[in-house]
């Protein structure tokens, strides 16, 4: 048997013992055996979805690619959580599960503004493609470099790497003024000012000077704890599907600020996640994977710990290194040197242009999902209310 498929058989004895042990609940075999299903396929579901995310090469971990994954993981969870909720709408307006969800989606909200911070993030990122891009520009592929194109580029590298530094040692505060709304199509955002030093009109739904990612990620994981069996009893095993999306939430918001620039960010949330549920095993070691990467003495005082940060970061010094060594007249084998090394910062320069902007609408589906989703969540919830209301009148 492969360990997949143990886990999975490991899965639905836990969800069939829970019923075993708990004669109490009140059940109907109809009921209860659409329950049972649903809540042992989303247990199971969230297991091979991050025991794929898990199964990374370490090169791959927090690459855009893996980012794209990561946040597909999260959409799906998400839909079959909502799914579970809709199907037992009777159950989620009945204490104690009505204050689950009421914190549950809290907790959400405390994620909108992890997403526009990251938002932000991605647009900082952007900021360095550009500047990249005219290293690129200077460094003209079809000739053979002259001090003229040297010069220009040597500039663009200085003022990226001076971009760098400077959100490594501000904490990235000066983002909160590049806010721009997930609730708006700004069509005018391409002739935005896009200097270093310019700032974007602030919209809805921007993040504060004081806001901190550290302090929004620990609130997301206050007071969360897996449900106790008298709460797994009363909610005829709902709550255990809350506890697992809320960790879901909690560790990828916690990814994203681990790898994408945002202010004040930092790593050090706490994961209380019982080793009894399959899906804590791979969400586990991805934390631990991605503190492991943030120790690196090439990461440790990155802005970000996205693989593509790195490779901007490592390919403009190694450039500015070649330029400072390199005299004019320009030797072959020095121009042949510095050919190679163009190349490289063009491929980087492809990468992130492929993988930054559909990571940004990712971020921005994951946002609206949320808010549809919880704002679905209140409606039935209300529903459900209002019926039971009219029956006792």
């Keep these: 048997m492969s360990a997949s498929d143990s886990q999975g058989a490991y899965l639905s004895r836990s969800i069939r013992s829970f019923w ?145 530094l400077d959100d490594k040692d501000s904490g990235s505060s000066n983002m909160v003024q590049r806010n721009r709304s997930f609730g708006r199509n700004n069509n005018s955002s391409k002739d935005h000012n896009r200097s270093l030093g310019g700032h974007f009109r602030s919209l809805s739904w921007s993040v504060s000077r004081s806001w901190s990612a550290a302090k929004q990620i620990h609130a997301i994981g206050s007071s969360l704890s897996a449900p106790k069996g008298s709460e797994i009893a009363a909610t005829n095993g709902l709550s255990v599907a809350v506890f697992t999306m809320s960790s879901i939430l909690l560790f990828v918001m916690w990814a994203l600020v681990a790898a994408i620039p945002c202010q004040d960010r930092g790593l050090h949330a706490h994961f209380s996640i019982p080793r009894q549920f399959a899906w804590a095993t791979p969400v586990l070691s991805l934390h631990d994977r991605i503190l492991e990467e943030s120790k690196k003495r090439e990461r440790k005082n990155s802005c970000g710990l996205l693989r593509e940060i790195y490779q901007i970061e490592r390919c403009s010094r190694v450039m500015s290194e070649l330029m400072d060594s390199v005299q004019f007249p320009i030797s072959r084998d020095k121009a042949v040197q510095v050919r190679e090394k163009v190349q490289e910062m063009a491929q980087v320069f492809e990468d992130v242009k492929e993988g930054l902007d559909p990571l940004e609408r990712q971020v921005r589906e994951v946002f609206h999902r949320i808010v549809r989703s919880r704002t679905e969540g209140l409606d039935y919830v209300g529903a459900n209310s209002a019926g039971l209301r009219s029956m006792c009148s």
Aim: proline share 3%; glycine share 4%; charged share 25%.
């Design 20 to 164: 075993r042990d708990h004669p109490m609940v009140v059940r109907t075999s109809h009921e209860t055996t659409g329950l049972e299903l649903e809540l042992d396929a989303f247990q199971r579901q969230v297991t091979e979805r991050f025991n794929g995310l898990n199964s990374a090469a370490p090169d791959d971990l927090l690459s855009l690619p893996w980012i794209h994954r990561l946040l597909d993981v999260f959409l799906c969870c998400q839909e079959e959580f909502r799914a579970v909720l809709y199907n037992n709408s009777t159950l989620v307006s009945k204490a104690p599960m009505d204050r689950l969800i009421a914190d549950f989606n809290e907790r959400t909200i405390k994620a909108l503004d992890v997403c526009n911070a990251i938002r932000d993030g991605i647009e900082q990122i952007r900021q360095w493609h550009n500047q990249l891009g005219i290293v690129l520009c200077a460094m003209d592929k079809k000739r053979s470099p002259g001090e003229g194109q040297c010069r220009r580029a040597k500039k663009a590298l200085i003022d990226l790497t001076i971009a760098m």
